[in-house]
């Protein structure tokens, strides 16, 4: 999860969304919300409508 977040926070969108590919949807989704609430940064929001 640390790499997803990392890579959200940056704005490193396409390695963000390589490790989305080569992840169960359940996963990603629970994790993008534990970022989301952890530090409520828009980047997160500006990631899924990106894409």
Do not use: C, P
Request: charged fraction near 25%; aromatic fraction near 16%.
């Amino acid at each position: 999860m640390q790499g997803l977040e990392k890579y959200i926070n940056s704005g490193d969108f396409d390695k963000a969304q390589d490790l989305y590919k080569h992840m169960d949807f359940h996963t990603f989704h629970a994790n993008l919300l534990e970022i989301a609430f952890d530090n409520s940064e828009i980047t997160n929001y500006t990631f899924i409508v990106s894409r």
